[in-house]
């Protein structure tokens, strides 16, 4: 990457880190503190904790394609705006009804989609897959800090302290959005970071991208389930105090990061994804099952959520990389829009049903309804197709193409070793690829794209 490139992808990184840190930090401490609150029950703090996902999902695409018309900034800085002004509202209530006005309106502030869409704008097509990758690596870090930084900030400020720190990091996005971030020559709707509306209904019949999308949706409605059980856990079970749950969550995920890279490389080396990843899916549900058995013993508990961490980990860094593998040439951007919306219904149903659960019957029918929602995944998962190795590729093209032209050039692109799938758009004067890299003639595709088409 050129030193621009990699001041923008750092920087947008940080910025989508810094978004999802927001949102992520209330997780393991408003099961906690939310009592508090006036009004408050097990289902409205569980509608609180998963609220913003509901306004996510609802508005990341429009966020998307109004971006296309409006620009990217002015976009970003608008939801980063309403993002910061929902932390305000949840700030200053009392009541749990305000709280969950300013957590829907959180959400509201829908901008993943628009920070992509920019990322490719100021990238080149050969670096944009290793932006996506830093960007992925940045939200999973941000939920590793959340998960410790919560307890900490609520230790000495309490829950306001955590929705002021967040509108506090809203505006500091701003600035980066503002001074840092260089602003695009032209802006281009590219198809693999955008979702294209006619796509919608004929990848949603896609039965590989379905299970996928499915899976996502189950893995967060686990997460935001099991932290409105988790907590209670450790303080009610094992009697420790919520301003020391930090260290249990810090311990818990710098091991477990650690420990699911190899399977990771194995799995993409050995060529071995569907394994590894229907594996870690079957530790998700062991993960939950040791909660229920441990939950009189901190070690045990410590135990079972190095398990199921270790797992989350490992098919949050999956699944995003499954869904561009199997999505087809030129639909990633549209594939990843119905993933997104699936991951964001996922942890906003977990909230509203952990909540309902936890006050109905309790925590261990939290631990078994997340084993048996796993292990029915797991059913699902073991019946996808073996996921290509492919990754995907764009190719400019210097000039107009009539249809027959353009059928012409997908030819050509097919008769190249390792080419597995061509969509030409015309409209675009772009070719998008799958290719092997393994089998890829480097050379031939080089060559292609250097020629006077």
């Not at 071995?272 to 062991?286: C, E, H």
Request: with cysteine; aromatic share 10%.
């Amino acid at each position: 990457m050129t030193v621009n490139e990699k001041r923008s992808v750092f920087a947008l990184a940080l910025l989508y880190a810094m978004r999802m840190l927001g949102l992520f930090m209330v997780l393991p401490v408003f099961i906690l503190l939310g009592d508090d609150l006036q009004g408050a029950n097990g289902l409205l703090i569980g509608l609180a904790i998963g609220g913003y996902g509901l306004t996510q999902a609802v508005f990341q695409v429009p966020f998307g394609m109004l971006s296309d018309r409006i620009g990217r900034k002015k976009m970003i800085i608008f939801g980063l705006l309403i993002f910061c002004a929902g932390s305000v509202v949840a700030a200053t209530s009392e009541s749990i009804y305000g709280v969950i006005a300013g957590r829907l309106l959180q959400g509201a502030g829908a901008i993943a989609s628009v920070l992509m869409a920019l990322l490719s704008d100021l990238t080149t097509e050969e670096s944009r897959t290793k932006g996506m990758a830093v960007v992925g690596m940045s939200i999973g870090l941000s939920f590793s800090v959340a998960m410790v930084l919560g307890p900490i900030v609520s230790a000495y400020f309490g829950l306001a302290g955590i929705f002021w720190l967040t509108a506090l990091l809203a505006l500091i996005g701003i600035a980066i959005i503002l001074f840092v971030v260089p602003t695009p020559v032209s802006t281009h709707a590219h198809r693999d970071t955008r979702a294209v509306r006619g796509e919608f209904f004929e990848l949603l019949k896609n039965k590989d991208l379905l299970r996928l999308d499915v899976g996502i949706f189950i893995l967060h409605l686990i997460l935001t389930a099991l932290f409105i059980a988790v907590p209670l856990s450790l303080v009610n079970d094992i009697e420790l105090a919520r301003q020391e749950h930090w260290w249990v969550y810090l311990s818990v995920m710098v091991l477990a990061f650690f420990a699911m890279v190899p399977f990771i490389i194995i799995g993409e080396k050995k060529r071995k994804i569907k394994t590894i990843f229907v594996g870690a899916i079957m530790l998700l549900s062991v993960g939950s099952l040791l909660l229920v058995w441990g939950q009189s013993s901190l070690l045990a508990i410590w135990v079972a959520l190095f398990v199921f961490f270790m797992a989350f980990n490992l098919l949050e860094a999956s699944l995003p990389s499954l869904v561009s593998k199997q999505a087809p040439a030129g639909a990633r951007g549209t594939a990843m829009g119905i993933y997104s919306t699936s991951q964001f219904f996922g942890a906003f149903l977990g909230g509203v049903l952990g909540g309902w659960v936890i006050s109905t019957w309790g925590a261990e029918v939290i631990y078994y309804g997340s084993a048996i929602l796993a292990l029915v995944w797991a059913l699902l998962a073991l019946s996808m197709r073996p996921p290509s190795y492919s990754t995907s590729r764009m190719i400019r093209l210097n000039c107009a193409l009539s249809e027959g032209e353009a059928a012409a050039v997908s030819d050509e692109l097919f008769d190249i070793p390792g080419v597995e799938d061509v969509v030409v758009v015309i409209e675009e004067k772009t070719a998008y690829l799958k290719v092997d890299k393994v089998h890829l003639d480097e050379a031939a595709l080089m060559s292609y794209r250097n020629a006077d088409k």
